[in-house]
């Protein structure tokens, strides 16, 4: 369930109406708000808003404004925000440039962020964690393996100490490539880091032995999981039933989609495809008919894949 943005719009309108003036907390509160949900043009709306009501930006407002843009992949924007905030008298901070730096990483402009990140350093400031952990994911996704690690050596140089976003980004690099032996030497290395893996960490593994047909290690990763406590969110459960599905282990399929329903995790579109999907294998039309059935009760509207995996189903089935 996503932030609802309309109730949070609502208050403020009840707060006006109500003789109660939003002040400079307000505004830099709502901005948060606005990170959270990626709702970059509102965070735009309401920094004018704040300024022509009177209040001056400070340093919190800017970095929120920026870390807006910087989750949203605006990096032009970013960039504006930063010109304002210098003319403005006000200092960016290692905080400023790492939003900054995932705006344009997350865009995919790593000549630009590897730019920043120089400014940076020559302003004094020192790269952390976060900042090396942003720039080595972007280098990942683009597939610059050996730009990641050069990212991940001069950290590991720098005496800066690699967190379980790090290991995670790692662990996806090696997993994406097929080179599964690094992959688990990451894995083994974290607990020897003062780290713990995370709920991402266990989706991570669990996605990359499910996109490669290794249901085994699936179901071996799955309870050791369950063995550190972890209790499995919607993307763990989808991944399995998309796991056994493949493997033609319908009925444990839905044995786990029926474990998500009970565990209170609600399904989404995602979970109702991967379900139809493995009922289609199985030709269990009848099933995947009350699954569509379930999932329009759930208000969940289906979608092309739904409907060719219950024709798949139909097709598979004894009685076509």
Known sequence: MGMPWSKIAGLIEGMKSAGVSPDSYTYNTLLSCCWRGSFHE??????????????????VTYNALLDVYGKSRRPKEAMLVLREMENNGCSPSIVTYNSLISAYARDGLLDEAMELTTQMVEKGIKPDVFTYTTLFSGFEKTGKDESAMRIFEEMRSEGCKPNICTFNALIKMHGNRGKFVEMMKVFDKIKTCHCSPDIVTWNTLLAVFRQNGLDSEVSGVFREMKRSGFLPERDTFNTLI?????????????AVYKRMLEAGVTPDLSTYNVVLAALARGGLWEQAEIILAEMKDGR???NELTYSSLLHSYANGREI
């Open 42 to 59: 509102e965070a735009a709306s309401i920094f004018e808003e704040m300024k022509l009501a009177g209040f001056m930006p400070d340093n």
């Open 242 to 254: 998309s796991a056994y599905s493949r493997c033609g282990s319908f009925d444990q399929a839905m």
């Open 300 to 302: 969940c509207k289906p």
